[in-house]
Nanobody, 124 residues
Framework: QVHLVESGGGLVQAGDSLRLSCAASGRTFSDYAMGWFRQAPGKQREFIATITRTGGDTHYADFVKGRFTISRDDAKNTVYLQMNSLKPEDTAVYFC?????????????????WGQGTQVTVSS
């Protein structure tokens, strides 16, 4: 069992930056590829970014390329999502997730463990 806890969300203005953190506990963090997803009211959960177990490869949704960066610190059992140039349409609950595969995945069903989410609200 892996327990994930997100933090760092909040209310910001358009153009601002936020860094989300996701702290993992329970199993060896480096055994898991990590991903970030978000869900806005009335919408499906959507993929944002993912990073391999080693951190050697990443993949992003087109709508965040150049604005968001995923990274991990295995010494701290934490994955991060740096979000720059935030837009009102980035408003959502942001979730981190973990799976044990060696590949990158954009599909929520592949992920075995999920955090409870952190709210990000971007005002115009």
């Amino acid at each position: 069992q892996v327990h994930l806890v997100e933090s760092g969300g909040g209310l910001v203005q358009a153009g601002d930056s936020l860094r989300l953190s996701c702290a993992a506990s329970g199993r060896t963090f480096s055994d898991y590829a990590m991903g970030w997803f978000r869900q806005a009211p009335g919408k499906q959960r959507e993929f944002i970014a993912t990073i391999t177990r080693t951190g050697g490869d990443t993949h992003y949704a087109d709508f965040v390329k150049g604005r968001f960066t995923i990274s991990r610190d295995d010494a701290k059992n934490t994955v991060y999502l740096q979000m720059n140039s935030l837009k009102p349409e980035d408003t959502a609950v942001y979730f981190c997730a973990a799976h044990q595969g060696l590949w990158l995945s954009t599909l929520p069903k592949i992920y075995d463990y999920w955090g409870q989410g952190t709210q990000v609200t971007v005002s115009s």
